[in-house]
């Protein structure tokens, strides 16, 4: 029988503080990209769509290590309640760390102007618009942008709710629990 760890892998927690660092920055550029100045707007836009792209790419890695390296047990202290809830919001954490890079790559793919502003990663590395979105025919496209970009920020509120029940689940475990929940997932 394979031992259960105590402590998340190196690269798991590596990729958690890594991707959550990323989607911070992300989320932090975006909210504030209306206070730059006009001609540092389209470099704001362009690094903020280059940062979920990195994200999307390190989800899936961090996924794939996930469902082949056993994550440690919970605390025995933790209710079948709590059980349920905590995979409920990691599921939906997962299942939003995709769709928010998605729907947004999909926003971005079905713009108007998308043709004649080609996507770079970072400035550096072609990055390619989604070909059927850039195929429709304008007035249903612009619809699609729209429906694209209204998913892309209402998941983005759901994200930030949740991002905020993960932080205080693990600090209401750590210190009104006694839990030493977060050096569960805290570089050694």
Do not use: C
């Amino acid at each position: 029988m394979p031992m259960i760890p105590d402590r998340y892998t190196r690269p798991a927690i590596l990729l958690h503080w890594l991707i959550a660092a990323l989607m911070i920055l992300n989320i932090a550029l975006i909210l504030t990209v209306e206070r730059f100045p006009d001609e540092w707007v389209r470099p704001v836009v362009d690094t903020h769509k280059s940062l979920g792209i990195t994200v999307l790419g390190l989800v899936i890695v961090r996924i794939l290590w996930r469902a082949t390296h056993r994550p440690p047990e919970m605390p025995g202290s933790y209710g079948r309640l709590e059980r349920w809830a905590a995979h409920a919001a990691h599921g939906a954490l997962y299942l939003l760390m995709v769709l928010l890079p998605l729907s947004g790559w999909m926003h971005d793919s079905a713009w108007k102007d998308a043709a004649t502003h080609p996507m770079q990663l970072f400035g550096l590395v072609p990055w390619p618009r989604i070909g059927w979105i850039m195929g429709i025919e304008p007035v249903m496209k612009e619809t699609l942008h729209t429906v694209f970009g209204a998913v892309h920020e209402w998941a983005g509120y759901v994200l930030y709710v949740l991002f905020a029940l993960h932080v205080l689940g693990a600090l209401k475990h750590q210190f009104m629990d006694g839990e030493p929940e977060l050096q569960r997932m805290l570089p050694r």
